[in-house]
């Protein structure tokens, strides 16, 4: 590209603002809010800090505990106020320092890149060995019956390429993750291996929660799954070893973090903005979710510097134990239901920090809200989307009567790096992270301008 | 993100097709092209050809030449019809070995990371080395007088990071790249250094074509430019030395590659599709314009792969010389407008290989198009957008009665990499160029089968 003018929505937005057309109320909020944040960027360096100066924060973890005294420092120093936290007892699995995967066929060994699913029991010191039966679902597993029995399953259905929506291809596969592994014990399997949960076919495993599982169980690479895959074709006899030395340790205290900027007319009337604090174990949990976490401190923290006082209390709420289950989104839940304040509305953020696309909304007809799109479309977040935004944290606030919002980026890249090594900070983009802040400071603010 | 089901628009859309709501004509379109493109990612497999056998290819090298050969061979590998080049003479500028620049002030000297604009003379061999003065506009520049006489003008205007369209900031900002330097010569400086059109504050630096000038020039990267404006300020009688042996050489005879499917029933109806062959020498030409040749390229396979026999011509002009000044886009007009054809609608692909967001159109009134955006929203190409979609290469076919359409993915991170050494095959994501390929795809389907 060597010169070319080209003029965005979001550019012929400001312009015909500048021009006093295509005002609205809030063009001198989103003015504002554009300059100061993509001026300073402020979800970056709190992303720098909590990625490198804590790095991985898994629930139950030493750092997971340093994460909540950051977030809590940080929520101090920016002036928040009400800042206090929702205590939980949270899940404590740790990896261990072995995670190796052969198989053995009669051309020799091959290498397979794993990584222990969260929650798995270790294996004994020596592995377990098995032949490999490869399944496409846990519906084909269950069918397996006595077959099963001493085996290690192989569940390696794919994601589905043509689904353009990445997340749809995650829903679409991750039950294998989820459920695989219990099933395969329930059938008499010995171990259970899981093709990662992406469609980036490098030599990455990715990690991920399972459920109830009794049977050791790991993630395998794309290259390693489809290597397996071809070995166990040419060699029905293959064998494998698994080598895992996981533990599940006691419950541990720790909590989510709060902090509000209390509203002026009706404090009362919450509108919570928030991600989780913790992160895999695997990477730095840059995208997954310390994205979402400095979304929302940035978010607040960019009212509260530019002299924003709410009508209702915008609060941040940064939930612990998501990846481990829930406990801090079930503490949570709880606290709000025991208060005598109202939750109006919800806004997550945990799809990544990439550049926002659109803003998903649970309520079936949004066309009370579209009169908000051009604000918001002026950080990127395009559309208001009806049925959406139930995500994880925040779901359980919907029979309290909140709205749900979720922030909706691009989605291509997200499972490239979900839940494994790649989840750093260099694959964050600072201008892609703030647009996402500032998108859901818009939300936030609209809302508490003008309820729901 | 533990979990959770998510439907994007995309889903919604084929989810509607398989209930039979929602459908349009081209629902089976789509499907099959969503099917065979995301999961062959030609488009990408194209660009690790091109990226990593030949690299960078600026105009007039032998690299060049290689990829007029490589487009060729690979568009009658493909079977595309009435495959020819149309003959240009091109710009031959080279780099040379030497780009190096200091600054001496009391406290010692700095480096400073630059590299030679396009079309910059050599300094002597011992460098220019004189005092330096910082303006903000080729307007101060030009008001310098006999002040800027024997002194090193350095333009450091910054990209507005207000601005959420990065095009709107290259837009506002590369007049000092494009103009200042011949500006400077005009006043009497000796040579000239730019701050690089980029908002990441990283020490590599842009380089991209100057006009007209008869003084070395060169861009500094943006730590480069902040160490030298802070030295400037502190020292102001601090003095630079800039060393380039770059040249101008004779120029040479190329090509524009040019490829089709003939139209079944108006074969004189042709719509272009396409994207520029060279690159600059820095880097591998990823994003610049390896995204557009070879997501053309592709997008014109998958239709000749399926079977889709178009009613006009859909033609494939891979342009030479775009970043040099564009003789290969005059050589195309010229040939279009001296043949009995009639080109309809061109769509260009020039603003990286990013996940599509809209589709920009030269048309004032676009009401009539909006009906194809549900099927291009099917590959996140939400938008047709009016009066936009000028790209340099495709706009001389405006005269000519021909209306454009500029593909427009995510614009984040295009300034990052732009004209530098980071437009590296590892910047592009398979599925995000893939997604753009079957864009166009689908518009250039659309405009054969309904004209426009």
């Known amino acids: ?15 015909l603002c500048a021009a006093g057309l295509g005002q609205t109320k809030y063009t001198e909020f989103v003015s504002k809010m554009a300059d100061r944040g993509m001026n300073q960027l402020g979800a970056y360096d709190l992303l720098r800090d909590v990625t490198t100066n804590i790095g991985a924060r898994p629930s139950g973890s030493p750092e997971a505990a340093k994460a ?54 270790a294996t004994p010191a020596d592995g377990v060995t098995a032949p490999v039966i490869e399944v496409q679902s ?27 929506d990445t997340f749809a291809q995650y829903g679409r596969a991750v039950d294998q993750r989820i459920e695989g592994p219990a099933v395969a014990a329930k059938v008499g399997a010995v171990a259970a291996l899981v093709r990662s949960m992406t469609s980036d076919p490098d030599n990455v495993p990715h990690t991920g929660m399972t459920s109830g599982s009794t049977i050791p169980c790991a993630a395998l690479s794309i290259v390693a799954a489809d290597n397996l895959s071809d070995a166990v074709k040419a060699h029905p006899e293959l064998t494998a070893n698994l080598k895992l030395d ?72 940064l939930f612990m134990d998501e990846e481990m289950g829930g406990r801090g989104t079930e503490a949570y839940a709880a606290y709000a239901k025991s208060s005598k304040e109202k939750t109006i509305a919800a806004i997550e953020s945990d799809s990544g920090g990439f550049a926002p696309r659109a803003i998903g909304c649970s309520l079936k007809n949004v066309d009370k809200l579209k009169k908000w799109e051009s604000d918001l479309s002026a950080f990127e977040a395009d559309r208001i989307e009806p049925n959406r935004g139930g995500d994880a944290d925040i779901a359980p606030l919907a029979p309290l009567g909140a709205v749900l919002f979720a922030l909706e980026p691009e ?27 500032l998108s859901m400071a818009t939300l936030a603010w609209l809302l508490s301008e003008e309820g729901i």
Chains 1, 2 share one sequence.
């Not at 090594?421 to 983009?429: A, F, G, H, R, S």
């Open 138 to 164: 846990i519906q084909e597993c269950a069918k397996l019956g006595d077959q099963a029995k001493g085996k290690i399953i192989f569940f390696n259905r794919p994601f589905d390429n043509a689904q353009i």
């Open 411 to 437: 989605s291509q890249r997200y499972f490239d790096y979900h839940h494994s090594d790649k989840d750093t900070l260099d694959k964050v983009n600072p201008r892609e992270l703030e647009l996402g802040s």
């Open 246 to 317: 996981c533990q599940t340790l006691p419950d541990v205290q720790s909590a989510d973090v709060v902090g509000e900027l209390t509203g002026s007319q009706d404090p009362s009337d919450v509108i919570v903005m928030g991600g989780h604090l913790d992160s895999w174990d695997k990477g730095q949990g840059a995208h997954d979710d310390g994205a979402g976490v400095t979304q929302s401190l940035e978010a607040l923290h960019l009212l509260k510097e530019l002299g924003f006082r709410p009508k209702r209390t915008i609060r941040v709420v």
């Open 1 to 15: 590209m060597f010169v070319r003018l080209r003029f965005s929505l979001a550019l012929a937005f400001l312009a």
């Open 68 to 121: 909540v005294a950051w977030a809590r420092s940080e929520m101090t120093h920016f002036g928040f106020q009400n800042v206090h936290l929702v205590p939980c007892t949270v899940h404590h699995w740790v990896r261990g320092k072995v995670e190796k995967c052969t198989a053995q066929d009669s051309d020799g060994t091959i290498q397979l890149a794993c990584c222990a699913l969260g929650g798995s029991p």
